[in-house]
């Protein structure tokens, strides 16, 4: 690091001299020390303001809504699809991720939600039921958007799926 | 941690997703601020942010409040980062050393020269924003990092060395010279573009 | 006598030709396996940057200005695929990022109101290995979009309808 006078200077401008230290050296501030106080605080301005105003319009919840709510309390009607034990990060090469014969089998699971949100039981869906859903190396969400202008007559499907990092 | 952030933690343990939302859009232009500052790729903090979020929301349970919120968040975001940063670079970033060959520059301070740039520019002209940002990026990430926590966070010493899990005296050198690497950069710039 | 032999194998015919009949209407729903459907697959950008959703997608921003997709700003289609695929066959095809798709059409149904059902199954593979195998039920004219898929700087949505044409 600077000098000794350099390390005080940027403790001051810190706040991390204890009061009495803090009270010494603002008594004994040059011109040059001013000057040197009024770049540090300049820079941290500029810094703070690129980066705040960068995250000005950063808008988070639309991209991770889908798996909040999945996680949250199910709605009613919801059902479970498809739940197994994640038997661990399942990136080996080589390594078959489906069974012959006997259908798929895989060996990163998934858990996923299925929301149902049968808003009139007895009318007949215009959209799309999911019957089975497996992934492998993500997690999948199955949302359902209502439809306008006609809510509930039938809604449209997502299958959203976040790759496990 | 403030009442209302304490009744949202726990609207949103019982299962609140707008809770949570509250939560996250109180909470998403710091960790996006601390995130970008770090890995200088708008879509890569957004996704580091994203992923933070939902690391949170599974691990409530685990938040006894101890601290504030956005500490337990901060900290995901930067461990987020700096896995990142790793995966990126091929895993040669030491955070937890001293880095020799950074340190070893003139000794001179911090310079006594202001750039002038209006820091409210920095808020809204996208040209000076991307240079802020282009010398953020030109650091070490260790020096970014202290310079992220000092100036956009206002973390003391302490919390930055526990943060980092090094010495006092290993954040102070790091800032030392992250600001001045910054300054010498930013008064590079300025000359570049508004001589005398 | 031949008349006779006639009319008995006519109305042989027609006592089989109710007997089906009654067969599949009895179930409620009636199974058809020589459709064909045509199929739609709308491969999309999904991006930060502002610009709205291409013209060319309309019929699909009702879903993409609103959750969980309100964090892209703009929405380009990439590729349209349209085939036709006959009952229990697959189409395949390939996505913007490279993995492999196919869309089988499983079985054909319909509704008591008369509208088309389709049970089709969709598989995706990434790098040899499959990464999504779901099958669902489709309404003709209904819409199921799979997203989440990254693709350059983007997301991937992947926007599929079908229509039993004639039918």
């Given at each position: 690091m600077g000098n000794q006078h350099d390390e005080t200077l940027q403790r001051y401008f810190d706040g991390e001299l204890a009061p009495e230290e803090r009270a010494r050296f603002e008594a004994e501030l040059t011109a040059d020390d001013r000057e040197r106080l009024a770049a540090l605080d300049e820079m941290h301005a500029l810094v703070a303001g690129a980066l705040e105003g960068a995250a000005?319009?950063?808008?988070l919840w639309g991209a991770i809504e889908g798996q909040v709510r999945a996680a949250s309390l199910p709605a009613p009607?919801?059902?479970?699809?498809k739940s197994a034990a994640r038997?661990?990060?399942?990136?080996?090469?080589?390594?078959?991720?489906f069974g012959t014969g006997a259908g798929l089998v895989l060996a990163a699971a998934a858990t996923l939600l299925l929301f149902m949100y049968?808003?009139?039981?007895?009318h007949p869906t215009n959209g799309c039921d999911i019957e089975s859903l497996e992934v492998a190396g993500a997690v999948a969400t199955v949302i359902q958007v209502a439809d306008e202008?006609?809510?509930?007559?039938g809604d449209t499907t997502i299958i959203w799926t976040e790759e496990d990092k | 941690m403030d009442p209302e952030e304490r009744k949202l933690l726990d609207d949103a343990r019982r299962g609140d997703a707008g809770a949570f939302r509250r939560l996250v859009e109180k909470n998403q232009r710091r960790a996006y601020a601390v995130a970008l500052g770090m890995v200088h790729d708008p879509d890569d903090a957004r996704d580091i942010c994203q992923e933070a979020f939902l690391k949170v929301h599974k691990s409530l349970h685990t938040?006894?409040?101890?601290?504030q919120f956005f500490t337990w968040l901060y900290r995901i975001v930067m461990n987020l980062s700096i896995d990142h940063l790793r995966k990126r670079r091929g895993d040669?970033?030491?955070?937890?050393?001293?880095l020799p060959g950074e340190e070893?520059?003139?000794?001179?301070?911090?310079?006594?020269?202001?750039?002038?740039?209006?820091?409210?520019?920095?808020?809204?002209d996208k040209e000076l924003r991307g240079q802020i940002h282009g010398a953020l990026a030109a650091l070490s990430a260790p020096h970014r990092a202290v310079l992220i926590m000092r100036?956009?966070?206002?973390?003391s010493y302490q919390e930055m060395a526990d943060q980092a899990g090094c010495s006092i005296g290993t954040i102070m050198s790091r800032l030392f010279h992250a600001r001045k690497k910054m300054q010498k950069m930013l008064l590079t710039y300025r000359d570049q573009t508004e001589p005398a | 006598m031949r008349g006779s032999a006639v009319r008995q194998g006519r109305s042989v015919r027609w006592s089989m030709m109710i007997a089906v009949g009654a067969g599949l209407l009895a179930g409620g729903v009636a199974r058809a396996d020589n459709h064909l459907a045509t199929c739609s697959v709308r491969m999309i950008d999904a991006l930060h940057?502002?610009?709205?959703?291409d013209p060319r997608i309309t019929v699909l921003r009702p879903y993409l200005e609103q959750p969980p997709f309100t964090a892209w700003k703009s929405f380009r289609l990439v590729e349209e695929k349209t085939f036709t695929i006959a009952h229990e066959t697959t189409e395949k095809f390939t996505l913007p990022n490279g993995s492999q798709a196919s869309l089988t059409f499983v079985e054909h149904m319909l509704r008591p109101d008369g509208k088309h059902r389709l049970r089709l199954r969709l598989e995706i593979e990434k790098r040899a290995q499959k990464v999504l195998d779901t099958t669902f039920v489709l309404d003709e004219g209904g819409v199921v979009l799979q997203a989440g898929q990254k693709h350059g700087k983007g997301l991937l949505v992947l926007g599929f309808s079908c229509a039993i044409p004639n039918g």
């Amino acid at each position: 690091m600077g000098n000794q006078h350099d390390e005080t200077l940027q403790r001051y401008f810190d706040g991390e001299l204890a009061p009495e230290e803090r009270a010494r050296f603002e008594a004994e501030l040059t011109a040059d020390d001013r000057e040197r106080l009024a770049a540090l605080d300049e820079m941290h301005a500029l810094v703070a303001g690129a980066l705040e105003g960068a995250a000005a319009d950063v808008d988070l919840w639309g991209a991770i809504e889908g798996q909040v709510r999945a996680a949250s309390l199910p709605a009613p009607g919801a059902t479970s699809i498809k739940s197994a034990a994640r038997r661990g990060r399942d990136r080996a090469r080589g390594r078959r991720l489906f069974g012959t014969g006997a259908g798929l089998v895989l060996a990163a699971a998934a858990t996923l939600l299925l929301f149902m949100y049968p808003r009139h039981p007895n009318h007949p869906t215009n959209g799309c039921d999911i019957e089975s859903l497996e992934v492998a190396g993500a997690v999948a969400t199955v949302i359902q958007v209502a439809d306008e202008p006609h809510p509930g007559d039938g809604d449209t499907t997502i299958i959203w799926t976040e790759e496990d990092k | 941690m403030d009442p209302e952030e304490r009744k949202l933690l726990d609207d949103a343990r019982r299962g609140d997703a707008g809770a949570f939302r509250r939560l996250v859009e109180k909470n998403q232009r710091r960790a996006y601020a601390v995130a970008l500052g770090m890995v200088h790729d708008p879509d890569d903090a957004r996704d580091i942010c994203q992923e933070a979020f939902l690391k949170v929301h599974k691990s409530l349970h685990t938040f006894e409040g101890e601290a504030q919120f956005f500490t337990w968040l901060y900290r995901i975001v930067m461990n987020l980062s700096i896995d990142h940063l790793r995966k990126r670079r091929g895993d040669k970033i030491e955070f937890d050393e001293a880095l020799p060959g950074e340190e070893l520059e003139d000794d001179s301070g911090i310079a006594p020269r202001r750039t002038g740039f209006d820091p409210q520019r920095a808020l809204s002209d996208k040209e000076l924003r991307g240079q802020i940002h282009g010398a953020l990026a030109a650091l070490s990430a260790p020096h970014r990092a202290v310079l992220i926590m000092r100036e956009v966070e206002g973390l003391s010493y302490q919390e930055m060395a526990d943060q980092a899990g090094c010495s006092i005296g290993t954040i102070m050198s790091r800032l030392f010279h992250a600001r001045k690497k910054m300054q010498k950069m930013l008064l590079t710039y300025r000359d570049q573009t508004e001589p005398a | 006598m031949r008349g006779s032999a006639v009319r008995q194998g006519r109305s042989v015919r027609w006592s089989m030709m109710i007997a089906v009949g009654a067969g599949l209407l009895a179930g409620g729903v009636a199974r058809a396996d020589n459709h064909l459907a045509t199929c739609s697959v709308r491969m999309i950008d999904a991006l930060h940057e502002p610009g709205g959703v291409d013209p060319r997608i309309t019929v699909l921003r009702p879903y993409l200005e609103q959750p969980p997709f309100t964090a892209w700003k703009s929405f380009r289609l990439v590729e349209e695929k349209t085939f036709t695929i006959a009952h229990e066959t697959t189409e395949k095809f390939t996505l913007p990022n490279g993995s492999q798709a196919s869309l089988t059409f499983v079985e054909h149904m319909l509704r008591p109101d008369g509208k088309h059902r389709l049970r089709l199954r969709l598989e995706i593979e990434k790098r040899a290995q499959k990464v999504l195998d779901t099958t669902f039920v489709l309404d003709e004219g209904g819409v199921v979009l799979q997203a989440g898929q990254k693709h350059g700087k983007g997301l991937l949505v992947l926007g599929f309808s079908c229509a039993i044409p004639n039918g």
